[in-house]
């Protein structure tokens, strides 16, 4: 649902015309790039700040804006910020203390006269303080100068395809600790334009939290039986128990605090939590927002690649086209 949040003094200005420019964290990953080309759709400039300019370049075209920043080293903060008038805030999984990080650019963005941020935070993290997201967002509702809104989506349909992956391709299952719990998984897409929407009308968005979830939800048998169909190579549905995925989580070799955030993500699957429609998603886009099929089918080239050993082909079934 839309939460409405101790308000700024921001929302009860005028905020006039649209942001003119939005520097965008994170620019180089699955939400980052979305949020770029959903500015550029509506016409709102975009600077990417990322660690290695060099490399965003390479990915993003040599005529891009792009700026260095890193999260570690507040010297490329005010730098990164100069000319923009808004920002696009978001955690990088690796990183857990927001203090000297995240929260410290955002006093920066304030006392340089940002406009407006928006801050992608998560499900529950207004309630879950373990979630380093939980501190970024009190610190944003303390700002008095800077209009702000938090998005809180729930589980990213996109985890199939960077997540999951690799689990997928080469051991051909779905590990996550979910029990037979269903998921309202959101498309990154939509999140995308959601946060180009506040952008675009700052005022209407200022001290404001919206919870974004898919229109439908699916169990994870589900979303092995679309896989399935979808690749023609059979997927399975395996559910972890919670010290099993952390176990699983650091023989994939991510970093230990990475291990510890994802886990408590991941600890409320069971209970239902992931699993309620919200419709706060239909009425900001206009229209309905994309499923976990829809996203399955659109990026089915993800997941081809040779057979891993043991994995066979689905009985009748045949790869679909991406639409």
């Given at each position: 649902?839309?939460?409405?949040?101790?308000?700024?003094?921001?929302?009860?200005?005028?905020?006039?015309?649209?942001?003119?420019?939005?520097?965008?964290?994170?620019?180089?990953?699955?939400?980052?790039?979305?949020?770029?080309?959903?500015?550029?759709?509506?016409?709102?400039?975009?600077?990417?700040?990322?660690?290695?300019?060099?490399?965003?370049?390479?990915?993003?075209?040599?005529?891009?804006?792009?700026?260095?920043?890193?999260?570690?080293?507040?010297?490329?903060?005010?730098?990164?910020?100069?000319?923009?008038?808004?920002?696009?805030?978001?955690?990088?999984?690796?990183?857990?203390?927001?203090?000297?990080?995240?929260?410290?650019?955002?006093?920066?963005?304030?006392?340089?006269?940002?406009?407006?941020?928006?801050?992608?935070?998560?499900?529950?993290?207004?309630?879950?303080?373990?979630?380093?997201?939980?501190?970024?967002?009190?610190?944003?509702?303390?700002?008095?100068?800077?209009?702000?809104?938090?998005?809180?989506?729930?589980?990213?349909?996109?985890?199939?395809?960077?997540?999951?992956?690799?689990?997928?391709?080469?051991?051909?299952?779905?590990?996550?600790?979910?029990?037979?719990?269903?998921?309202?998984?959101?498309?990154?897409?939509?999140?995308?334009?959601?946060?180009?929407?506040?952008?675009?009308?700052?005022?209407?968005?200022?001290?404001?939290?919206?919870?974004?979830?898919?229109?439908?939800?699916?169990?994870?048998?589900?979303?092995?039986e679309t896989l399935t169909e979808a690749l023609g190579i059979h997927v399975r549905y395996q559910s972890a128990s919670m010290p099993g995925y952390l176990l699983h989580l650091a023989r994939r070799g991510l970093p230990a605090s990475q291990v510890l955030v994802q886990t408590v993500l991941h600890a409320g699957l069971r209970s239902g939590q992931a699993a309620r429609v919200d419709?706060?998603?239909?009425?900001?886009?206009?229209?309905?927002?994309?499923?976990?099929?829809?996203?399955?089918?659109?990026?089915?080239?993800?997941?081809?690649?040779?057979?891993?050993?043991?994995?066979?082909?689905?009985?009748?079934?045949?790869?679909?086209?991406?639409?």
């Amino acid at each position: 649902m839309d939460d409405k949040l101790p308000s700024s003094p921001a929302e009860q200005r005028d905020d006039g015309p649209p942001c003119s420019r939005v520097l965008v964290t994170g620019a180089l990953g699955n939400v980052g790039r979305e949020v770029l080309r959903a500015l550029a759709a509506r016409g709102i400039a975009a600077r990417a700040a990322v660690r290695s300019v060099e490399r965003a370049r390479a990915v993003l075209g040599p005529e891009a804006d792009v700026v260095a920043l890193d999260f570690l080293d507040a010297r490329t903060f005010q730098p990164a910020l100069a000319g923009c008038d808004a920002l696009f805030l978001l955690r990088p999984p690796a990183l857990s203390d927001v203090k000297p990080t995240l929260n410290r650019l955002v006093d920066v963005a304030v006392a340089g006269g940002i406009r407006h941020i928006v801050f992608l935070s998560v499900v529950g993290a207004d309630m879950n303080k373990l979630l380093p997201h939980h501190a970024v967002e009190r610190h944003l509702e303390q700002q008095s100068r800077t209009g702000w809104t938090l998005l809180r989506p729930g589980f990213f349909a996109q985890n199939l395809g960077h997540a999951y992956r690799r689990d997928i391709v080469e051991d051909g299952r779905i590990y996550v600790p979910a029990g037979k719990s269903s998921v309202a998984f959101v498309d990154v897409r939509d999140v995308a334009e959601v946060a180009a929407r506040v952008f675009a009308a700052p005022r209407a968005h200022a001290g404001k939290a919206h919870t974004l979830t898919g229109p439908e939800h699916f169990t994870f048998l589900e979303v092995a039986e679309t896989l399935t169909e979808a690749l023609g190579i059979h997927v399975r549905y395996q559910s972890a128990s919670m010290p099993g995925y952390l176990l699983h989580l650091a023989r994939r070799g991510l970093p230990a605090s990475q291990v510890l955030v994802q886990t408590v993500l991941h600890a409320g699957l069971r209970s239902g939590q992931a699993a309620r429609v919200d419709p706060t998603l239909t009425r900001l886009l206009g229209r309905p927002g994309r499923t976990m099929r829809d996203y399955v089918h659109d990026h089915v080239s993800l997941w081809k690649t040779a057979p891993a050993a043991g994995r066979n082909p689905a009985p009748g079934s045949h790869a679909k086209e991406a639409r």
